[in-house]
């Protein structure tokens, strides 16, 4: 018995020589600059654009993993990331097949620009003919991972630092996901996101002061990618801080959305999705534009704030341009209907109509004005009908009959336009 033992023992140290030889053998072999250039080669090859690896390491300790420290893709701008980690699956590595089952990314910075731009040469190449099994795919995604410090630089400015973790289900789907705003752009906002048994995922966010839940399905369909569909209720939330760092619009808003996004859409995935949201504004201000001025000077001030009690009326998306329509707008001084369009340039057009109290005015009415500027400069000025108008009311009954002369002239423009059909 003791003889036994003590084979075993040697068996055991045996193997542990082994296997901390091998771990050496590989770690030199795969820090070396040959292996490095290799890899970097490769990455570069299927990203298009050089890839630099600053060291390759294999770890054994508290996981093991195979680490890349100082990666960096040369794009313009440029991604770096100061340490990826991947920790396979030692079971499946063993019957040859490598499958990951934690992927770790450390203070990254990724450019929004860049990852659009690397993102469509990858669609590029995905358009040639070849067919790719659908289940080794899912096998190479990482069952789990986790971004630690890692900044999204966004194209129109500004910066958001998040921690995250993110899980996959076996059939490739996500099961939960945790996110959240350290620093920059939303910070302090959390989301986290978990699927039920049935198959939809429950997503609950805090942000601005408020809170999004939803509840969200794939919908399948005959032929192309199933639609994401989502149906999502808004609470509170400060809407400058969904609109940041644009402050065209402040106050608290609570809304109901309901959203249909193809995955499968040429382009960004932002170019596939359509919503429509009926909202309320609490307390907004409208910043950049003085209706109230605006009106008693026939369009012609420029700059200035409105404060309203509420803001109400809807809101449709088709990709990257916005129509907000049935807008109703109510404040002690003034009431406005109109709609707003707002183009992918985020320029604006439309128009509304503004009628001033009797105490603002010396007397209550309407006057049309249209909507233009862009979504952080925005601007009103009346219809050249509404123009003419105003400067014969002017002439006949000043102040008063520069108002009543605005809306006849309006109207009258409108009724020559349907008549001559322009």
Known sequence: ????????????????????????????????ADFRGCAAQQASAALGVPVEFGALTVDLWPV????????????????????????????????????????????AVIPEQTLAVLAAGAQKQGDKPQRADPRRSIAMLPRRAILDGVTWVWAKGGRSTIDAQFGLAADGLPQDGRIEVREGRFQGSKAALDRAPEGHWSLRADLGGGTVKGRLQLQPRPRGTPLLVAQLDTAGVEVAALTAPSRTLTGRIDANTTLRADLGAAGSLVDGVHSETRFTVRNAVVHGLDLARAVKTIGLSRGGETALDTLAGQVVTRGRSVQLSNLVATSGLLSATGSVAIAPSRALSGRITVDLAASAAGGAFGVPL???????APSVTLTRGALLGA??????????GTGAGAKLGDQIGEGLRGLFGK
């Open 1 to 32: 018995m003791r003889r036994l033992a003590k084979w075993l023992l040697v068996a055991l140290v045996l193997l542990v020589l082994l296997f901390a030889g091998v771990a050496v053998a590989l770690q030199q072999w795969v820090g070396s």
């Open 64 to 107: 093991p993993a195979v680490a890349v420290d100082r990666l960096q893709v040369r794009s313009k701008p440029a991604i770096t990331l100061e340490r990826v980690e991947a920790r396979p699956r030692w079971q499946a590595l063993l019957q040859g097949r490598l499958e990951i089952a934690t992927l770790v990314v450390r203070n």
């Open 370 to 376: 249209a909507v233009g500027g862009t979504l952080d």
């Open 391 to 400: 400067a014969l009311g002017t002439a006949v009954a000043p102040g008063v």
